[in-house]
């Protein structure tokens, strides 16, 4: 029987690992990536690998400023309406009024957080859902957006900035390193200080986080103000990767903004988020859309494949939890 006790914990170690929502998400990716490099092996070019790289980096920011409001159970739906404020104010500060660009990128950094606390504030004192309140601001940011730009892109930028987009480590992007860097500041925020822990403690139960002396307003303002900080560090990305600050910048968020934490193995209902497994799904929407462009596919379709391997994927990945938990239940006994 003593034998038989490593041969089990094995076993179980084995299951554990192969149940993990990373483990899916791996090897989701990696077939695809085989399944693209067969069709397509210019997709594996030096070229091509630092134009995902520079465009995963986006995506993992996109996804990172849903996660941290997913943690309290809310939701973001002006992530890309706070990106492209952030991009035209601080286009308009660098090309009409002359301002260096480290501060225009400043001010545009502070305009995201601002309108993230606006939300958290509107959230804490009306009690209105999420939803709505960022439903609505959504149309509002935007809207005064192209009353104030007249949606008129502003392409006179300094060439640092373009510089920067173009900027190769090899075959890798600095976009995705400052993602990266990121995600190593988030897994700080969540796992080791009275903060993190706080915004997790409210979406897994707001009652008994308020019970516990927890300051719940506090948290989903701070949760809405980093998010939309997150946004606008992504809308700038995205403007340094074109190198003009356009109005179409960040429409195109929402789903993968979702997309990237929720496969992941962040809850929507709150409480739990995952770093690690938000960065595997920003890569594997990177990796789709790569994937389908260089396949010439139009690419409108990607939105439509998008949500159809998030169904798909969330069904698969609850019926392979579900038999993997009964066949450990059978290995312990």
Request: hydrophobic residues 55%; contains cysteine.
């Amino acid at each position: 029987m003593t034998a038989d006790k490593p041969a089990t914990a094995g076993r179980l170690s084995i299951l554990s690992l192969a149940s993990s929502n990373l483990f899916g998400l791996a090897a989701i990716v990696a077939v695809f990536w085989a399944i693209f490099v067969s069709l397509t092996p210019n997709i594996a070019s030096s070229f091509s690998l630092f134009a995902i790289s520079r465009s995963l980096g986006i995506d993992i920011v996109v996804g990172f400023s849903t996660m941290v409001v997913l943690a309290t159970g809310g939701m973001n739906l002006a992530i890309g309406s706070i990106g492209v404020c952030a991009v035209m104010f601080a286009g308009y500060l660098m090309q009409e009024l002359g301002v260096p660009s480290p501060l225009a990128l400043l001010a545009a950094l502070m305009l995201g957080a601002a309108s993230g606390w606006a939300n958290g504030v509107t959230i804490v004192t009306t009690g209105a859902n999420a939803f709505v309140v960022t439903l609505a601001s959504a149309s509002l940011f935007f809207g005064a957006m192209l009353i104030t730009t007249h949606g008129t892109p502003f392409e006179g930028l300094p060439p640092e900035l373009a510089d920067f987009g173009r900027m190769r480590w090899g075959f890798v992007s600095p976009m995705l390193a400052l993602a990266l860097a990121i995600g190593v500041a988030l897994a700080i925020l969540f796992h080791f200080t009275a903060l993190g822990r706080e915004i997790l403690s409210v979406g897994a139960n707001t009652r008994a986080a308020r019970m516990s002396g927890v300051r719940v307003g506090r948290a989903i303002v701070v949760a809405h103000t980093l998010s939309g900080l997150l946004a606008a560090v992504a809308g700038l990305m995205t403007m340094a990767r074109l190198g003009a600050a356009i109005p179409a910048i960040g429409r195109d968020w929402l789903l993968p903004s979702f997309l990237a934490p929720v496969l992941g193995g962040t809850l929507l209902s709150g409480g739990a988020v995952s770093i690690g497994g938000t960065i595997l799904g920003a890569l594997l929407i990177a990796t789709l859309r790569a994937g389908i462009l260089t396949l010439q596919v139009a690419n409108f379709w990607l939105q439509l494949f998008l949500g159809l391997v998030l169904l798909c994927s969330v069904a698969l990945d609850r019926y392979r939890g579900g038999y993997l938990e009964r066949k450990s239940a059978r290995v312990r006994a």
